[in-house]
């Protein structure tokens, strides 16, 4: 009976550890997108990240990412952003979001592909996509 406790906790250790590696978005990226501080965003960036706004869709430097969504923030002022879905890719730290952004002007699908690096979760991918 002891060999399966002790299997049957490091089994759900495992499962900890590993889906902690991309546990949680960060408060302060949720903040940025409801606010609509294209700054705190942007410090979640990747040096170049795949971006997709409305009239844009490439790689982009950070700064350039930046410029982009404050440009983006100003003609479509955000209301609220929520959290929909996470998930852990199970790949070296690696996983997504989903979220809901509401703006004066409409509502956008928010996607986020981000990877650990040096022990800080990095956008690598944004997209904001007009939702029907």
């Known amino acids: 009976m002891n060999k399966h406790l002790h299997t049957l906790f490091i089994f759900i250790a495992v499962f900890f550890l590993t889906s902690s590696v991309f546990a949680q978005i960060p ?3 949720i903040l940025s997108l409801k606010s609509g501080n294209d700054k705190a965003l942007a ?3 990747n040096q170049n990240i795949e ?6 869709d490439d790689v982009f430097s950070k700064s350039q990412a930046q410029q982009l969504i404050a440009k983006f923030f100003k003609e479509y002022p955000p209301e609220n952003f929520s959290l929909i879905h996470q998930r852990d890719s199970g790949n070296e730290g690696a996983g997504y979001a989903i979220g809901s952004l509401e703006t004066s002007k409409g509502n956008f699908r928010v996607v986020f592909l981000m990877k650990t690096s040096n022990g800080k979760a990095m956008i690598h991918q944004l997209r904001i996509e007009k939702q029907a």
Do not use: K, N, S, W
């Open 27 to 29: 408060d302060d990226l």
């Open 43 to 45: 410090e979640y960036f």
């Open 51 to 56: 971006l997709v706004v409305p009239g844009h």
